[in-house]
């Protein structure tokens, strides 16, 4: 697997500045569909290889796929095994927990920096009202589940697609000052150790992230046994 995803980069930096945008595409519509990660870094590398091998005869890689990059990214897609659901409930728990961890830190960081009202920096305690955190929190997960949705309709209008997103953005930040009004969550503050929170933060995120690989490593024993299974009664 180290050495497929070596291959890869290597043929990425060799790639032109079209094809690399043509293969980010792709991957993006791919990932969006909860394609099977395995099957994912295989299906790339292979891409990466019918790319170079068109700059190499001087065609164009759209005429090498011989659709355009939206159907092929569909076809790619019908004929892909997916994640199972339980592959899917870890992966969407990973986002949710990295985009309220990360939250914390950066507050601390930036009350340092900036010198934000709301925020206070004893050391190693971050000091802040629950309703500003909390306002955060909700931002940061709202753009990453704008981007998520961005990821999955990559090949329709940015334009569109920029609008939406900016438009999500204004609304997460509208409801989030609603909850910022809410008098007991607004008096409430709360007392944090950041460094304890990191450390808690990457222990979750490193046991949530051990246990998604042995049930994706599982997950593809199973179905190989099953392939072999099906091809033997066949």
């Known amino acids: 697997m180290s050495s497929m995803g070596?291959?890869?980069?290597?043929?990425?930096?060799?790639?032109?500045?079209?094809?690399?945008?043509?293969?980010?595409?792709?991957?993006?519509?791919?990932?969006?569909?909860?394609?099977?990660?395995?099957?994912?870094?295989?299906?790339?590398?292979?891409?990466?290889?019918?790319?170079?091998?068109?700059?190499?005869?001087?065609?164009?890689?759209?005429?090498?796929?011989?659709?355009?990059?939206?159907?092929?990214?569909?076809?790619?897609?019908?004929?892909?095994?997916?994640?199972?659901?339980?592959?899917?409930?870890?992966?969407?728990?990973?986002?949710?927990?990295?985009?309220?961890?990360?939250?914390?830190?950066?507050?601390?960081?930036?009350?340092?920096?900036?010198?934000?009202?709301?925020?206070?920096?004893r050391t190693v305690m971050l000091v802040a009202p629950l309703a500003f955190i909390l306002k955060y929190m909700l931002i940061v997960f709202v753009l990453q589940v704008g981007w998520i949705l961005v990821k999955r309709s990559i090949y329709k209008s940015q334009t569109f697609l920029a609008g939406i997103y900016i438009s999500t953005i204004v609304l997460a930040l509208i409801v989030s000052d609603y909850i910022t009004m809410l008098k007991p969550v607004y008096e409430l503050t709360v007392e944090v150790n950041v460094f304890i929170w990191l450390a808690a933060f990457l222990a979750i995120i490193g046991s949530l992230y051990f246990v998604k690989l042995r049930i994706v490593t599982l997950t593809g024993f199973i179905k190989g046994h099953y392939r072999e299974f099906k091809e033997k009664r066949g």
Do not use: W
């Open 6 to 121: 070596k291959g890869k980069k290597e043929g990425n930096l060799k790639l032109t500045t079209e094809n690399k945008q043509a293969i980010r595409r792709i991957k993006f519509y791919l990932e969006s569909h909860y394609v099977d990660e395995i099957y994912l870094e295989g299906i790339m590398s292979d891409i990466v290889g019918m790319a170079l091998e068109s700059q190499k005869r001087g065609e164009d890689f759209s005429k090498t796929v011989g659709l355009d990059y939206a159907e092929f990214s569909k076809e790619l897609v019908e004929n892909s095994p997916r994640q199972t659901y339980v592959e899917k409930i870890f992966n969407m728990i990973i986002s949710t927990v990295a985009c309220v961890g990360i939250v914390l830190p950066i507050m601390y960081v930036l009350g340092f920096v900036f010198r934000i009202r709301q925020v206070t920096c």
